[in-house]
């Protein structure tokens, strides 16, 4: 009998193991499109507050929903046919600009001369370690390691725009639907807890799309004001730097720094002669960056989510490390989230006993 009870346990476990395996395996090759809904569900969650704006200001639901989504249709549109075009231009031509560059054997030399004078060479050699990676890509071992690469590249932008057309259509339809999602969330809640729920439910939907208004609020001002200081000191390309820092400004934290430091040094590649504009762009950013950390971000983002700031850097470090840049961007509000339900859930529980 004991035998026949350990069999059985056995089969079971097994059987319990082996479906635990199947689901691992699906959610794994489902991760991608699971990303783009939790995406699209995170932009809706933002422009759910937008709506409820015009609501407040005695439009009907229709009405609200209806301009928010012709506002984020135009803002796309206007992005293709307007920014877009700006950009892939002044992208080309830095393209052209840089192969031209390094293709002039005297200006590669000056070039060499330029960036060893700022660098000191017992921290690098800059010919020898430019030799070392022209050699790397002149051995044919490597093209075709190379070449992957550059095939690589090409397949992740052109799956890149692909989820940016997945994600803006789910955004539509999340958008437009939120209210019967939440209603329906909600009835699956025993009716004992259902008030405590929903009124929890709303606190962490108002944290998420007030965290995602002042985050792209913060990119746009940063985006704008890099236009106008690049434009202003006659720097190259700035439409495209601007949108740059914009794309980059999205990214809590280290967004805007990373962003910062790839416009410089892209300044300093295809801009070598005027090293003034280059150090007054480094001293400028240097600037906005203790600007955003001390007073743009505080302002905007302690208004949307009031979460302490040694919980901002773990939140988004772990973010991103188990998501990426999505898991970067939807940190901040899930840890404001987890804080709302400890104060309201956890706290009173244990306050009881």
Do not use: C
């Not at 020898?128 to 095939?151: K, R, S």
């Not at 990373?258 to 005027?274: C, K």
């Amino acid at each position: 009998m004991k035998i026949h009870n350990a069999f059985r346990l056995g089969i079971f476990g097994g059987l319990g193991v082996l479906v635990a395996v199947l689901i691992g395996g699906a959610f794994t090759s489902l991760a991608t499109i699971l990303t783009y809904i939790g995406a699209a569900f995170f932009i809706a969650l933002g422009l759910d507050p937008l709506v409820s704006w015009l609501e407040s200001k005695k439009w009907p639901r229709w009405a609200a929903i209806l301009t928010v989504l012709v506002g984020v249709l135009g803002m796309f549109v206007g992005l293709v046919f307007a920014i877009i075009p700006v950009v892939i231009e002044q992208s080309t031509k830095l393209v052209n600009q840089i192969t031209d560059y390094v293709s002039t054997i005297s200006s590669l030399d000056a070039f060499f001369e330029q960036i060893q004078s700022v660098i000191p060479v017992e921290i690098v050699d800059v010919r020898a370690a430019a030799e070392e990676a022209l050699a790397y890509i002149t051995n044919p071992d490597n093209l075709a390691q190379i070449g992957g690469g550059v095939f690589q590249v090409g397949v992740s932008i052109a799956t890149g725009i692909f989820a940016a057309i997945i994600i803006l259509i789910l955004t539509l339809y999340f958008t437009a639907s939120i209210s019967n999602i939440k209603r329906a969330a909600y009835r699956l809640v025993p009716r004992s807890r259902r008030e405590q729920f929903i009124n929890i439910s709303e606190q962490v939907a108002q944290a998420v799309g007030r965290y995602v208004v002042g985050q792209v609020t913060l990119a746009l001002i940063n985006g704008a004001l890099s236009f106008i200081f690049l434009s202003a000191i006659g720097a190259a390309y700035p439409a495209l730097f601007a949108f740059i820092a914009f794309l980059f400004s999205l990214v809590p934290l280290v967004g805007t720094l990373s962003g910062s430091v790839l416009i410089v040094l892209t300044q300093l590649l295809v801009n070598p002669e005027s090293m003034s504009t280059v150090i007054v762009a480094a001293i400028y950013y240097l600037v906005y960056m203790q600007v955003e950390a001390y007073l743009l971000s505080p302002n905007i983002m302690n208004r949307a989510v009031k979460v302490p700031g040694v919980v901002v850097v773990i939140a988004a470090l772990i973010g991103g490390t188990l998501l990426g840049i999505l898991g970067a961007l939807i940190a901040i509000p899930v840890a404001a989230s987890i804080m709302i339900i400890i104060d309201q859930v956890v706290v009173p529980k244990l306050e009881e006993k």
